[in-house]
Structures are given as C-alpha cells and as structure tokens.
C-alpha cells in the first residue's frame, strides 16, 4: 500500500501544525503515523513514537473538504486551502 504525507496546519491565533504519514487502509479508513509537530509555526517537536500511531475513520471527503473521527472519537473537520502545495521532505 501506498504512504502518503499528511499536514494540519492552524491558524490564528496558535498557528501550530502537525505533518505524518497516511496509510490507506480501506474506503473509510486510514492509518496515520504523527512524525513533527510544530509549535506556534517555527518551533519543531518530534512526535513521541508511543502516542503518534492512530487510524482515521472517513465520514465525508470531497476536493474541499474532510471529516474524520480519530482516536478518543474527536471530531476532524479540514478545509483544503491550496490544493497545488506540496509538504516540504
């Protein structure tokens, strides 16, 4: 299966983000494995390995817009803001 890179970024007034990777896992679902987060956007912090591992379940995805539950059944709703970026490796 294919990984693909994952990036939630905030905005005002933390504008802290997160970037990981996403494995597809059916449909609905998909693995997502936290690598950085950063911390009011230019602080860098490691994910800790035994708490960034979780799975995403797909409740509605469009070119705009996409709903997830995570762990603990917390509620994602993102908004694509640009769809030509592309997450610096």
Known sequence: MDTLKVQTME????????????TPLSSKKAAVKLQMYKILG?????APDDTAPGELEITYVD??????????????VLKM???????PL
């Open 11 to 22: 905005t005002w007034p933390f504008y802290n983000s997160v970037t990981g990777d996403l």
């Open 42 to 46: 230019f602080i860098p912090k490691k």
């Open 81 to 87: 803001f640009d769809p030509t970026y592309r997450i």
């Open 63 to 76: 070119e705009e817009l996409r709903i997830t539950r995570g762990k603990g059944n917390l509620l994602f």
